[in-house]
């Protein structure tokens, strides 16, 4: 097909997700054709630079060799057989190696394909687990406790513990309990609070609620460290391992949704490892295959995994499974990628760039435009505001955010906001001087979009 009927096939018949169709329409966004390391060409021959990892998933860039020869390999071999009945050699030697660098205690690995899937089963399991327990409890228990504006996916169950209220308001009558701790982020804080007040009152909140509701409570998911769907909203050091502290003390499984902070993105393999946090389930998607193919896993500790352990009689097998589950193609790109960690020293690029990203933001510290600057390793906010003083917000018809993502475009970066914070999430294994040309195009993007829409 050429460009210009591709176009208008994709306009009658592919329904983009989380697009309105008709803006959409409107907007002739690029058709990708090709993709080359750190880069991504559309059907028109224009060339863009990768900035958000191809919504946060890729790793090692695109048309990595060792990544394309695992998958080529294993196609020779099989792409796909079932985990119901049959093992297979890339799930079992993926699972290995992903127990060898998960937070020791995570001993379990079962396999899916979204971020949504693995939270979805770590949300199921905890609770099957409380009911299966050895010394039954006297109440079922039927609360989550979840953070004020979280993201873990979009099936009812993982939206059930969501905290973005667009997404959360019209499907709220489908949506089981959970209860939302205040997200400790100074920024967004009510006007009455001091920013290290606020912190404190939010410490405060997360014991309160977690001792009122201790014997409901059948899990407490987190994002850990950074908040990111909700717009990069950074907790402060230390608030991890206080969840930890407390979910233990109480008896509440943790699960930690590293869908988009694992995998290098924050400066260790794992967010949970600065904190030397260890979840009772670790979710991980995203990144996982190096942004080739959909896989994601749930990782559970031995305990979570003897409460099932019985006779099957017992009926307390985890009835659960989706079809393409532990796919080998998937398991194959997942083990390259994770071996291209060790022999292209991913983390010691990623020190590097967040180093580099840290330098180039301190540029915006006094733009009149920029309310904050949030970063952890090489996942960065820039939030824009109509006021700096005031914080007041763009009005949200302005799309700002939107806007700035057009003027990078027009200078060949594609990078995509989270309403008005300009969202930067290049891959853990880009180069410095690339991360440094993402900052150059966006920052004069900013500036291009705030003076044509406010002049
Ligand atoms: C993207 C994301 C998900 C959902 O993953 P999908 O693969 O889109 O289903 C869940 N949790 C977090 C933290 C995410 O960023």
Redesign the pocket.
Known sequence: MKSEELRTVDNEHVWHPFTQMRAHRDESVPIIESGDGFFLTDVDGRTYLDGISSL?CNVHGHRVPAIDQAIREQLDKVAHSTLLGLASVPSIELAAELVRRAPAGLMKVFYSD????A?EIALKMAFQYHAQKPVPEEQPRDLFACMQHA????TIG?VSVGGIAIFHQIFGKLLFEAVQIPCPTAYHRPDEYSAAGYLEFCEQELERLIVENQHRLAAFII?PLVQ??AGMLMHPPGYLKRVRELTARYGIPLIA?E??VGLGRTGTMFACEQEGVTPDFL?L??GITGGYLPL?VTMATEEIFDAFDAEPEEYKTFFHGHTYTGNSLACAAALATLKLFDTQQTLENVKQNTQVLTERLAELKDHPHVGEIRQKGVMVGIELVADRESKAAFPAAWRMGHRVTLAARRQGVIVRPLGDVVVLMPAPGMPADLIGQLCDVVFAAIDEAIRLQVA
């Open positions: 946060w979204s971020g949504s899937t939270v993201y873990h996916g979009d993982s994002e990111g769907a949704d869908v988009a979710c998607a995203k994601a």
